[in-house]
C-alpha cells in the first residue's frame, strides 16, 4: 500500500513531539508538508524535521496533489474552517481538541465531512493508549462489576505567566472557545464516553474566581449517560497545588487513574487491590494516529470520529455555564 501522504495546518507545540513525529513514524504514513502562517517558521519546521514542502497559505497546502490527508493542529477559533476546507476538497481531516470553538461548529464540522464524502478525526488520543485501553478491558471485563457512577476531580496552580497576565490563547474564549477548562477538560470527558456510553444530559455551572484572565477558572458540574451512569465532575485553574483524579466505582469494585498525571492506574475490588503501572509512548498520538491511518487503508477503525467528539463540546457546552 503506498503511504498516507499528510499535511499539517499550523505547526506548533503540539506537533513537535506529540503529533509531527507520530505522522512520520506510523506504519503506511508520511509526513509530505508542513504550514504556518509565518513562513519562516514554517520552513525551519519543515527542515528540523525532514519535511519536503512547506507552505505560509493552508489553502496552497490542502491544494496540494501531494497531499492525501490534513492534520488541522491550529486553536479551535479556525478548527471549522480548515476542516470544511479540506472536506470540499476531498481529503480525509484529523483535527485536534476540542473539536471546535463550540457544538454548533462541531456539527457544521460533520455535515460538511458527511455531505463530501470525507472521514473526519478529531486528537483524543487516549482512546488508544496502552494505559487507557487497559483500563477500557477491565470495564469490559466486568473487574467492577456493573458501573454505578463516576467522580472527576482535577486542579492546579495559576502559571506565572497567568499571574503576571501574559498573553495565552488558552485562556482566550474567541480563540479558545473558553480557558483551560476547555483545553484540558475534554480529555477526562471524551474519555469516560469510551469507558461508559454517551451522554443523555448534562448541566453545571462556571465562574471566575480569580479573574486574572476573561475565561472562567472554575467548572463544576454533572453528566448522565444512556446506561444512567452519574459523571460528576470539578475542574479549577487557581487552587495552591496540582491534583488529577477520576474514580469509576462500580458494585464490586472500583478503578482509580489520573487522565494527566503518570501515576498508577489502581484496581480495587473483592480480590484485592492492584496496580498497573503502564507509559506513554515517546510520540503520544501515535496510537490513535495509526488507526487512522489504518482506516483510511482499510484494514481497521479509529475510535475517536467527529460524532463522539462532538458530544464532548456538547457536554462541556451543557455544564459550563456561567453563574
Given at each position: 500500500?503506498?503511504?498516507?501522504?499528510?499535511?499539517?495546518?499550523?505547526?506548533?507545540?503540539?506537533?513537535?513531539?506529540?503529533?509531527?513525529?507520530?505522522?512520520?513514524?506510523?506504519?503506511?504514513?508520511?509526513l509530505?508538508?508542513?504550514?504556518?502562517?509565518?513562513?519562516?517558521?514554517?520552513?525551519?519546521?519543515?527542515?528540523?524535521?525532514?519535511?519536503?514542502?512547506?507552505?505560509?497559505?493552508a489553502?496552497?497546502?490542502?491544494?496540494?496533489?501531494?497531499?492525501?490527508?490534513?492534520?488541522?493542529?491550529?486553536?479551535?477559533?479556525?478548527?471549522?474552517?480548515?476542516?470544511?476546507?479540506?472536506?470540499?476538497?476531498?481529503?480525509?481531516?484529523?483535527?485536534?481538541?476540542?473539536?471546535?470553538l463550540?457544538?454548533?461548529?462541531?456539527?457544521?464540522?460533520?455535515?460538511?465531512?458527511?455531505?463530501?464524502?470525507?472521514?473526519?478525526?478529531?486528537?483524543?488520543?487516549?482512546?488508544?493508549?496502552?494505559?487507557?485501553?487497559?483500563?477500557?478491558?477491565?470495564?469490559?471485563?466486568?473487574?467492577?462489576?456493573?458501573?454505578?457512577?463516576?467522580?472527576?476531580?482535577?486542579?492546579?496552580?495559576?502559571?506565572?505567566?497567568?499571574?503576571?497576565?501574559?498573553?495565552?490563547?488558552?485562556?482566550?474564549?474567541?480563540?479558545?472557545?473558553?480557558?483551560?477548562?476547555?483545553?484540558?477538560?475534554?480529555?477526562?470527558?471524551?474519555?469516560?464516553?469510551?469507558?461508559?456510553?454517551?451522554?443523555?444530559?448534562a448541566?453545571?455551572?462556571?465562574?471566575?474566581?480569580?479573574?486574572?484572565?476573561?475565561?472562567?477558572?472554575?467548572?463544576?458540574g454533572?453528566?448522565?449517560?444512556?446506561?444512567?451512569?452519574?459523571?460528576?465532575?470539578?475542574?479549577?485553574?487557581?487552587?495552591?497545588?496540582?491534583?488529577?483524579?477520576?474514580?469509576?466505582?462500580?458494585?464490586?469494585?472500583?478503578?482509580?487513574?489520573?487522565?494527566?498525571?503518570?501515576?498508577?492506574?489502581?484496581?480495587?475490588?473483592?480480590?484485592?487491590?492492584?496496580?498497573?503501572?503502564?507509559?506513554?509512548?515517546?510520540?503520544?498520538?501515535?496510537?490513535?494516529?495509526?488507526?487512522?491511518?489504518?482506516?483510511?487503508?482499510?484494514?481497521?477503525?479509529?475510535?475517536?470520529?467527529?460524532?463522539?467528539?462532538?458530544?464532548?463540546?456538547?457536554i462541556?457546552?451543557?455544564?459550563?455555564?456561567?453563574?
Open positions: 500500500m503506498d503511504d498516507i501522504r499528510w499535511g499539517i495546518i499550523g505547526c506548533g507545540d503540539v506537533t513537535e513531539i506529540k503529533s509531527g513525529p507520530a505522522l512520520q513514524k506510523a506504519e503506511g504514513s508520511c509530505a508538508a508542513v504550514m504556518r502562517r509565518n513562513g519562516k517558521l514554517a520552513a525551519d519546521y519543515a527542515r528540523r524535521h525532514n519535511v519536503e514542502k512547506w507552505y505560509d497559505d489553502d496552497k497546502l490542502i491544494a496540494d496533489p501531494d497531499v492525501d490527508a490534513i492534520y488541522v493542529a491550529t486553536p479551535p477559533s479556525s478548527h471549522k474552517e480548515y476542516t470544511i476546507a479540506a472536506a470540499k476538497a476531498g481529503k480525509p481531516v484529523y483535527v485536534e481538541k476540542p473539536m471546535a463550540n457544538y454548533d461548529e462541531c456539527k457544521e464540522m460533520i455535515l460538511a465531512c458527511e455531505t463530501y464524502n470525507t472521514p473526519l478525526f478529531v486528537a483524543y488520543y487516549r482512546r488508544a493508549l496502552p494505559r487507557f485501553v487497559k483500563i477500557k478491558s477491565l470495564l469490559d471485563e466486568g473487574a467492577i462489576g456493573k458501573v454505578r457512577f463516576a467522580n472527576v476531580i482535577y486542579y492546579q496552580k495559576p502559571s506565572q505567566g497567568d499571574l503576571e497576565r501574559a498573553e495565552n490563547w488558552r485562556v482566550d474564549p474567541k480563540v479558545a472557545g473558553g480557558g483551560y477548562f476547555h483545553d484540558l477538560a475534554p480529555h477526562s470527558i471524551n474519555i469516560l464516553q469510551f469507558f461508559l456510553s454517551e451522554p443523555r444530559s448541566k453545571g455551572y462556571s465562574s471566575n474566581q480569580n479573574r486574572l484572565y476573561e475565561a472562567d477558572d472554575i467548572v463544576s454533572i453528566f448522565i449517560t444512556e446506561d444512567d451512569i452519574h459523571v460528576s465532575c470539578t475542574w479549577n485553574f487557581n487552587a495552591y497545588e496540582n491534583f488529577d483524579n477520576t474514580e469509576i466505582v462500580g458494585d464490586s469494585g472500583k478503578i482509580t487513574f489520573s487522565t494527566f498525571a503518570d501515576n498508577p492506574i489502581v484496581l480495587e475490588n473483592d480480590h484485592g487491590r492492584h496496580q498497573f503501572h503502564i507509559e506513554h509512548p515517546q510520540h503520544i498520538q501515535q496510537p490513535l494516529i495509526q488507526t487512522i491511518v489504518d482506516q483510511l487503508h482499510g484494514i481497521g477503525q479509529c475510535p475517536s470520529k467527529g460524532p463522539s467528539a462532538a458530544k464532548t463540546s456538547w462541556m457546552e451543557n455544564i459550563c455555564t456561567n453563574i
